[in-house]
């Protein structure tokens, strides 16, 4: 049974940086995608962030880029966001998803539809 449990969420002022972290377990092959999700009271989820794993092809959302940045440490099996010059628009219960399929990693890494596994979430809330 695959398991990703999110930590490192928080509450800081505009400005700072937070790193989520995710870990994995439990999938009996490599993910084709993992990505990072959010989403604020009222609103649609959104995707934040992905990386491709075999070849650690990036994508991120134009309302982060340049100031998030995802990365994979495979001997932790353990996924990570890091997020810098935080935005109180940036408050939001953050997922850590992962996705087995090639075809939909490659097609739309930043939409739900490829994403097989999702963990609990984690509160990232920025004030002003």
């Known amino acids: 049974q695959v398991q990703l449990v999110e930590s490192g969420g928080g509450s800081l002022q505009a400005g700072g940086s937070l790193r989520l972290s995710c870990a994995a377990s439990g999938y009996p092959y490599s993910a084709a995608c993992m990505g990072w999700f959010r989403q604020a009271p009222g609103k649609e989820r959104e995707g934040v962030a992905a990386?491709?794993?075999?070849?650690?092809?990036?994508y991120y959302a134009d309302s982060v880029k340049g100031r998030f940045s995802i990365s994979r440490d495979n001997a932790k099996n353990t996924l990570y966001l890091e997020m810098n010059s935080l935005k109180p628009e940036d408050t939001a219960m953050y997922y850590c998803a992962l996705s087995l399929s090639l075809t939909g990693c490659t097609r739309a890494p930043l939409t739900d539809t490829p994403y097989n596994y999702w963990g609990q979430g984690t509160q990232v809330t920025i004030s002003s």
């Open positions: 990386i491709y794993t075999g070849l650690g092809t990036t």
